[in-house]
Structures are given as structure tokens and as C-alpha cells.
């Protein structure tokens, strides 16, 4: 359990300096997110949203510090840690976010009231071709194939 807790530590005062410098050249946030990919779209696995969009804009502003559960749209810090492997399928499209409006910051990641998808990676081996040129269409973001860090 020592171990564990250490290592926890350690990703997270990484995640600390990292976030510092995690701005892109407009100001915004970056990070990353998971979804699960149906047929042409998105899927949030936690809340089960749908990405129609490039863009989702929270219907509550995040204000206070703590995390899980709390309003606004999630990103993590890293994309290791953005893999959020608890949530892992065969369907699993990972991507780098920006977040604008209203913010909050955490060690592990944010939540914001408006993201932007930046660009995709599908990692998961059930998302074919055809759904990835879809994803593209739609989003209008680069879409690659990756795997998981």
C-alpha cells in the first residue's frame, strides 16, 4: 500500500508541474478526456453524454475545488492519466481538450464549463476505418490510431 501511495504522490506533484505549463497559445487549458465511440459519435462513459460537437458547454458552472461528482466537464492532466483505464473497452478514443469559461483546477486534472476536442486517438481495436474517417467529418479534428500508454 506504501508503494502505491508513493507513486500516487509522485504522478501527482508531475501532474503539478506539467499543469503549469499546459496553456495553449489562446490561454486555454489543455488536457485530456476518454470516451467510448458509437458508431459516428462520442460517448462520455461515466455520464453517458453525447459529443455531437466538437464543443459541449456544461449546464452548471464548476466553482468549488472538489472533483468527482461535481459539475462541469472532466479532463486530466496527462494523457497517461487521461486513459483512465477504469473505463477501458474495445471502443476507447482518447483526446487532448481545451477547456474555456469558467475553470477549476485539481492535481489530477479540471473541470471546466465549456471543452473543445483539439484532437483524437482511437485505442480501441473495434473502432474501424470508416468510423474514424466519421469522427474526423463530424469533429472536424485530426483522428489517428494510437495505444495505450
Known amino acids: 500500500m506504501a508503494v502505491r501511495e508513493e507513486r500516487r504522490a509522485a504522478l501527482l506533484a508531475r501532474n503539478d508541474r506539467r499543469r503549469r505549463s499546459l496553456r495553449a497559445s489562446d490561454g486555454a487549458l489543455v488536457g485530456w478526456r476518454v470516451w467510448c465511440c458509437q458508431g459516428d459519435m462520442l460517448v462520455s462513459p461515466s455520464q453517458r453524454t453525447k459529443w455531437v460537437t466538437a464543443e459541449l458547454v456544461s ?37 487532448r481538450v481545451r477547456a474555456y469559461g469558467a475553470y477549476v483546477e485539481g492535481p ?21 476505418d470508416r468510423q474514424i474517417s466519421a469522427l474526423s467529418e463530424r469533429y472536424h479534428v485530426p483522428v489517428g490510431r494510437g495505444r495505450r500508454r
Open 59 to 95: 449546464n452548471e458552472c464548476p466553482t468549488s475545488s472538489g472533483a468527482r461528482g461535481q459539475p462541469g466537464i472532466h479532463a486530466s492532466w496527462s494523457r497517461t492519466h487521461g486513459d483512465h483505464r477504469e473505463y477501458s473497452d474495445r471502443s476507447s478514443v482518447i483526446g
Open 108 to 128: 489530477e486534472g479540471w473541470r471546466a464549463e465549456r471543452v473543445v476536442i483539439d484532437r483524437l486517438v482511437v485505442v480501441g481495436d473495434e473502432v474501424t
